[in-house]
């Protein structure tokens, strides 16, 4: 079965630690997406790609960023980490003809 | 900007109790509306959604029918169970075809049910 799939399922880092979180999806969807999840705030989007090569900004990128190098594949970077960064990280995908979205577990991101 | 509104949690209920949790959006134009679910531990699952003014999204029992006139989408199911308690979320999107998937979700709220 097409799925997609999130690692690691949680971390612990440092302030100023650089972290990547993978992002794997098989359905070869064009579209990919990250999204931060935090208590009273909902899903919040950080970066997302129509397509390999193209990266775009979403309403919270600052500190955040994404590459595309191919279809399956969409890691976050955290250049710095920072404690406001703590958080849990969703990545999602989808086909652009349909409005459903696909949603990984999760990473749990804590940053000390 | 384009923005979502839900009603605030955490809401518990009884088994079979009947269920609204409301939704409004602001957005100019002719949103799509969803309506997504997260069991604990999981990610977001879509639940429902509808894409034009009048229609009405079903799934599970649950259903959320989209009113332009009140911007609103509130879900309903008449009678809960256990295995519905989750974090639900209600979310839009206006964009392009391409786009079509860059989703503004509310803050959540979690329902609890209990036996």
């Known amino acids: 079965d097409a799925e997609i799939t999130q690692s690691p399922r949680h971390k612990i880092t440092e302030t100023g630690r650089q972290v990547t979180l993978a992002c794997h999806q098989t359905w070869n969807h064009n579209n990919m997406f990250w999204y931060r999840q935090d208590l009273g705030h909902g899903l919040r989007l950080i970066h997302y790609s129509y397509g390999v090569q193209d990266t775009n900004k979403g309403e919270v990128s600052d500190g955040y960023s994404v590459s595309r190098s191919n279809t399956e594949d969409l890691p976050l970077t955290l250049e710095s980490a920072a404690s406001s960064q703590t958080s849990v990280y969703f990545c999602?995908?989808?086909?652009?003809?349909?409005?459903?979205?696909?949603f990984g577990e999760g990473s749990r991101l804590t940053v000390l | 900007g384009d923005s979502v509104t839900q009603m605030e949690g955490p809401v518990t209920l009884s088994e079979e109790a009947f269920l609204t949790i409301n939704c409004t959006y602001t957005?100019?134009?002719?949103?799509?509306l969803f309506w997504y679910v997260q069991y604990p531990g999981e990610g977001l699952q879509l639940l429902l959604k509808a894409t034009k003014a009048d229609d009405k999204g079903s799934n599970k029992g649950f259903e959320a029918t989209y009113r332009k006139e009140t911007t609103s989408f509130h879900l309903e199911k008449g009678s809960v169970q256990v295995s519905d308690s989750a974090v639900y979320f209600c979310a839009l999107t206006r964009g392009t075809i391409q786009g079509a998937q860059k989703l503004v979700f509310g803050q959540g709220t979690r329902l609890t049910i209990n036996p």
């Open positions: 999602a995908s989808g086909h652009h003809s349909t409005g459903e979205l696909f």
């Open positions: 957005a100019t134009g002719y949103p799509s």
